[in-house]
């Protein structure tokens, strides 16, 4: 349940910077957002199946997306000289939360959380509440 609650929240946050701010998306925010809008729909169905083995797909689509936010977050600290990656670069810093928190540093700590979640999650006995929401017996 709590892979599916970080996942959302990422997914809303995005489409709130892109759609309700109008902050236009460069092509590595594309790249994560590959990884992470799928994670609320497959977390949700698995949860209503309560099938307990889908959490290595969790797994994986996350940590594809941790790797691209890496990248994406150490081109923010350090611009390559070459310019643009596209349309938007993807140095354009939108947006500054108490002065270092940026939207690839948040979309970092989200893929990182799940990743977190996923790992405890494989050591929990497939059948915990931390993972899908039901109790066990």
């Keep these: 349940m709590a892979i599916w609650v970080v996942s959302t ?29 799928p994670l609320p729909i497959i977390v949700g169905l698995a949860i209503i199946r309560k099938d307990y083995n889908q959490i290595w797909s969790f797994l994986t689509l996350a940590s594809i997306g941790f790797v691209i936010s890496v990248y994406h977050n150490y081109i923010m600290l350090f611009p390559p ?10 140095t354009t810093d939108y947006f500054h ?41």
Excluded: H
């Design 9 to 37: 929240i990422a997914t809303f946050g995005s489409l709130f910077f892109s759609e309700i701010m109008k902050f236009e998306p460069c092509k590595l925010c594309w790249l994560q957002r590959i990884f992470m809008y």
């Design 81 to 90: 000289e070459l310019g643009s990656c596209g349309r938007v670069s993807c």
């Design 97 to 137: 939360l108490l002065g270092f928190i940026t939207i690839p540093l948040m979309a970092l700590i989200a893929f990182i959380i799940v990743i977190v979640l996923c790992i405890i999650g494989l050591k929990m006995d497939k059948k915990s509440t931390f993972i899908v929401g039901e109790n066990q017996e």
